[in-house]
């Protein structure tokens, strides 16, 4: 966490000074950090999940297969961080899914001009050997849009959570 919180910091240090501006001070280059914690918790929604790993994975495809969602591909990630190089990397799954109609719903709320949601959750272990379930949270991004695209986004995200009710924590 330290690592990443120097980089970001470092990053965020080099990108001030080349535009000529003033170094920001440590507590400014702090508070940047956590606004956009903020932003990212919003954004996303990061439970435990009930089930063992693989049974996660299983139980929220064929919940979503159930209720007419388009199901694809389940991204082994894992194995593409080791074949990287990552000799310590956890176990994590990626699984397209997404609520039939959604985007079409989404975009026409939105007039064509919102972008296709991203349909997918992350099943990983975490450094607290706990499993979790990562994806965005549409019920927490529809409260930051406009009228019928706030509608729209809500419904999706209801029927988010109703898919999700019985795996997460």
Same mark, same amino acid.
């Given at each position: 966490?330290?690592?990443?919180?120097?980089?970001?910091?470092?990053?965020?240090?080099?990108?001030?000074?080349?535009?000529?501006?003033?170094?920001?001070?440590?507590?400014?280059?702090?508070?940047?950090?956590?606004?956009?914690?903020?932003?990212?918790?919003?954004?996303?929604?990061?439970?435990?999940?009930?089930?063992?790993?693989?049974?996660?994975?299983?139980?929220?495809?064929?919940?979503?297969?159930?209720?007419?969602? %388009? /199901?694809?591909?389940?991204?082994?990630?894992? =194995?593409?961080?080791?074949? *990287?190089? !990552?000799?310590?990397? $956890?176990?994590? %799954? /990626?699984?397209?899914?997404?609520?039939?109609? =959604?985007?079409?719903?989404? *975009?026409? !709320?939105?007039?064509? $001009?919102?972008?296709?949601?991203?349909?997918?959750?992350?099943?990983?272990?975490?450094?607290?050997?706990?499993?979790?379930?990562?994806?965005?949270?549409?019920?927490?991004?529809?409260?930051?849009?406009?009228?019928?695209?706030?509608?729209?986004?809500?419904?999706?995200?209801?029927?988010?959570?109703?898919?999700?009710?019985?795996?997460?924590?």
């Amino acid at each position: 966490m330290k690592a990443a919180l120097l980089f970001i910091l470092s990053a965020f240090s080099a990108s001030v000074l080349a535009q000529g501006q003033p170094q920001p001070t440590p507590e400014q280059m702090q508070q940047a950090v956590l606004k956009q914690a903020q932003v990212m918790s919003v954004m996303f929604d990061l439970r435990k999940s009930k089930l063992g790993f693989e049974e996660t994975i299983s139980t929220i495809k064929s919940s979503a297969e159930k209720r007419g969602w %388009k /199901v694809g591909a389940v991204q082994d990630m894992q =194995a593409r961080m080791r074949e *990287a190089g !990552a000799k310590d990397a $956890k176990r994590m %799954k /990626v699984i397209e899914l997404c609520p039939a109609g =959604a985007n079409e719903k989404v *975009a026409k !709320a939105a007039g064509g $001009k919102a972008p296709p949601l991203p349909c997918r959750a992350t099943v990983f272990d975490g450094k607290d050997g706990k499993l979790y379930v990562m994806r965005m949270n549409l019920t927490n991004l529809a409260k930051t849009l406009p009228g019928d695209l706030a509608k729209a986004m809500a419904e999706v995200g209801a029927e988010e959570e109703a898919l999700y009710k019985s795996i997460l924590e």
